[in-house]
């Protein structure tokens, strides 16, 4: 796949040129939003290398760099006991948008992995202002016109805290 530039792949070295960790990206197309996005496939950070923040900044670069060639949004998939990773996308926006039954091999059976999507629209330069059409927005969440959902205020809050992370209030 990198040899046919179908995946990206960012390294974190130490000043030595050692790696230190790396993130793989996959480019893909959300029909839905008419827009490319990126599959966070792989984040791995060497054992010696961990708890120094290194997952922080790869993760951080990524986003930059879906953001840069104007990708909507980046995609992931963590095992359901993987909290320490959890703790680290949704401290970086991430939110969990859903769950795949049964996706990662384990020991006596198979995991669940957390599905999680990050937004980068708010972020990206000459966009001044969003509109998210709530009639079709509760309808996507299956509560039509219904304002006081926990779904609708949760995702009005999220919006809004982009909008501000991003200077576009």
């Known amino acids: 796949r990198l040899s046919q530039r179908q995946s990206i792949v960012l390294v974190a070295e130490a000043a030595e040129g050692e790696a230190l960790g790396f993130v793989q990206l996959y480019p893909c197309f959300s029909s839905i939003r008419a827009a490319p996005v990126f599959i966070l496939s792989d984040l791995f950070v060497a054992p010696a290398a961990r708890g120094v923040g290194i997952g922080r900044l790869l993760m951080e670069a990524a986003a930059r760099f879906a953001r840069a060639t104007g990708a ?20 970086l926006g991430f939110l969990r948008v859903g769950v795949r039954k049964g ?9 669940d992995a957390w599905v999680y999507k990050l937004t980068l629209i708010a972020g990206t330069p000459g966009v001044d202002g969003l509109f998210i ?5 509760s309808l996507r ?3 039509p016109l219904d304002w006081t959902n926990p779904k609708m205020i949760a995702a009005q809050a999220t919006v809004a805290a982009a909008a501000v992370r991003h200077g576009k209030v």
């Open 103 to 111: 996706y990662y091999q384990a020991t006596g059976g198979r995991e």
């Open 141 to 143: 969440f299956g509560c």
């Open 72 to 91: 909507v949004g980046l995609e992931l998939a963590t095992a359901r006991t993987n909290a320490p990773a959890q703790r680290l996308y949704e401290s």
């Open 133 to 137: 059409g709530p009639g079709d927005l």
